[in-house]
Antibody, heavy 118, light 108 residues
Framework: EVQLVQSGAEVKKPGESLKISCKAS????????IGWVRQMPGKGLEWLGN????????RYSPSFQGQVTISADKSMNTAYLQWTSLKASDTAMYYC???????????WGQGTLVTVSS | EIVMTQSPATLSVSPGERATLSCRAS??????LAWYQQKPGQAPRLLFF???TRATGIPARFSGSGSGTEFTLTISSLQSEDFAVYYC??????????FGQGTKVEIK
């Protein structure tokens, strides 16, 4: 059974750094892309980027290029999303998702709530 | 970048009635279109891929259609558990995605 388990909720101050995680199990981690999706409070789904853990090929949404960094650790079967300097506008729920090889996405993590407030 | 536009933003429907949701792409995405349902406090749930292929466990009252730039999600007879927000997603230029802004189906 495919499972994506995300790290717990975070409360940070503006300017702080953060790295959240998504641990995958139930399939061969290096053979499928993993994506990250943002959902701001009361808003819709926004794609941040995807990573292929097999070779670390990473694609970013133009809207988020340079704003976040996506990485993966093959030895830990874990994908990461990180910020170097958080802003209040980064407050959101962040989901990881594992698509099928074609791109549609049956598997989602439970979400990580990130709150950035002074 | 492909832009996905959903309409209406909110759809008020009585239980047992039919609901029709639309999704339009700014350029052809062929049939590389998925639909998701999201309820409050939950992650999105895949309903359809390939525009019209039902995902595992999705009831037959849900149907998806369309290709190219125009897509439709239909719920033939709304049940209480169907009141939620629905998103379309294109994956034609995979490994990139774009989501629509969502349609909220609420109780009339």
């Amino acid at each position: 059974e495919v499972q994506l388990v995300q790290s717990g909720a975070e409360v940070k101050k503006p300017g702080e750094s953060l790295k959240i995680s998504c641990k995958a199990s139930g399939y061969t981690f290096t053979l499928f892309w993993i994506g990250w999706v943002r959902q701001m409070p009361g808003k819709g789904l926004e794609w941040l980027g995807n990573i292929y853990p097999g070779d670390s090929d990473t694609r970013y949404s133009p809207s988020f290029q340079g704003q976040v960094t996506i990485s993966a650790d093959k030895s830990m079967n874990t994908a990461y999303l990180q910020w170097t300097s958080l802003k209040a506008s980064d407050t959101a729920m962040y989901y990881c998702a594992r698509p099928d090889s074609s791109g549609w996405t049956p598997y989602w993590g439970q979400g990580t709530l990130v709150t950035v407030s002074s | 970048e492909i832009v996905m536009t959903q309409s209406p933003a909110t759809l008020s429907v009585s239980p047992g009635e039919r609901a029709t949701l639309s999704c339009r792409a700014s350029q052809s995405v062929n049939s590389n279109l998925a639909w998701y349902q999201q309820k409050p406090g939950q992650a999105p749930r895949l309903l359809f891929f390939g525009a019209s292929t039902r995902a595992t466990g999705i009831p037959a009252r849900f149907s998806g259609s369309g290709s190219g730039t125009e897509f439709t999600l239909t719920i033939s007879s709304l049940q209480s558990e169907d009141f939620a927000v629905y998103y379309c997603q294109q994956y034609n230029n995979w490994p990139s995605w774009t989501f629509g802004q969502g349609t909220k189906v609420e109780i009339k």
